[in-house]
């Protein structure tokens, strides 16, 4: 079946790095795409969405990339601090009122 | 303004045995959402209520789990009986609107080990 499709990696960064968390997805019909953000114990949490008619999309600190031609999102985090130490999904909305998540990327910052 | 509660955090349990999970979503939210999540995976949604209609849930097992919300407030998740395959995170989310654009706020989750 369809699916967001991303395995559970690890990427670690240095404390003021940039860092790019990768997901992409397999439904073409797909018009809403989410990052939440999930730190150990706790839900998600809501960091930044984007609509299929954009390609682009900036928060504070945090940039939500669209490519619906190869089917690719990623989350570019600036400044990359201790704090945004967690487990990253992506989640598609591509039936109506459901959300699919995928796998997540934990992202570990070096101080 | 207080987010979205769960109880009980933690719940250890055998297997065979009966667990329920209860949520109280962030006031006003008439939709209610429960979700598995296993280790290292997304959330998977089990349930999905407007007010206190059930209006999608295709994913959940009814041989063995339930659900309420009868007031169209505070929500009930059951398994009865629980296996072992059971244990994960049980995730409680709301939201003020029905379409998924409405950001949906989760609760912490309860953690089912079922042994």
């Known amino acids: 079946g369809e699916s967001v499709g991303l395995h559970l990696p690890t990427l670690s960064v240095q404390e003021g790095d940039n860092s790019i968390i990768n997901c992409a997805y397999s439904n073409s019909a797909s018009d809403y795409f989410i990052w939440y953000k999930q730190e150990s114990g706790k839900g998600p949490q809501f960091i930044i969405d984007i609509r299929s008619n954009m390609d682009k999309r900036q928060g504070q600190r945090v940039t939500v990339l669209l490519n619906k031609t190869v089917k690719h999102l990623s989350l570019q985090i600036a400044a990359t601090q201790p704090g945004d130490s967690a487990v990253y999904f992506c989640?598609?909305?591509?039936?109506?009122?459901?959300?699919?998540f995928g796998g997540g990327t934990r992202l570990m910052v070096k101080p | 303004e207080a987010g979205v509660v769960q109880s009980p955090r933690y719940k250890i349990i055998e297997k065979k045995q009966p667990v329920a999970f209860w949520c109280n979503p962030i006031s006003g939210h008439n939709t209610l959402y429960w979700y598995l999540q296993n280790l290292g995976q997304g959330p998977e949604l089990l349930i999905r209520y407007e007010n206190e209609e059930a209006v999608d849930d295709s994913q959940l097992p009814k041989d063995r789990f339930s659900a309420e919300r009868l007031k169209g407030v505070d929500s009930t998740l059951k398994i009865q009986p629980a296996e072992l395959g059971d244990s994960a995170v049980y995730l409680c989310?709301?939201?003020?609107?029905?379409?998924?654009?409405?950001?949906?706020?989760f609760g912490p989750g309860t953690r089912l080990t079922v042994t």
């Open positions: 989640a598609e909305n591509n039936a109506g009122n459901m959300l699919t």
């Open positions: 989310a709301s939201s003020s609107g029905a379409s998924a654009a409405y950001e949906q706020y």
